[in-house]
């Protein structure tokens, strides 16, 4: 039907989920950014004038 085989079917869905766990990944390195030096696993006390790594 239309063209489609099982073996273009099987090659199609690896890479759509590939991409979709690429692009949840992204996004989650994206969520985490807002958190550097905030949360107790990256956190320190910074000295007096010292600035924090995110701008």
């Known amino acids: 039907m239309f063209?489609?085989?099982r073996q273009y079917l099987w090659s199609v869905v690896p890479m759509?989920?590939?991409g979709i766990?690429?692009?949840?990944?992204?996004?989650?390195t994206?969520?985490?950014t807002m958190f550097?030096?905030?949360?107790?696993?990256y956190?320190?006390?910074?000295k007096e004038g010292e600035k924090p790594s995110w701008p």
């Open 16 to 18: 759509f989920g590939f």
């Open 43 to 46: 956190g320190r006390t910074l």
């Open 30 to 32: 994206e969520r985490m």
């Open 3 to 5: 063209g489609l085989t």
């Open 21 to 28: 766990g690429w692009f949840l990944d992204c996004k989650e």
């Open 36 to 41: 550097r030096d905030k949360s107790a696993l």
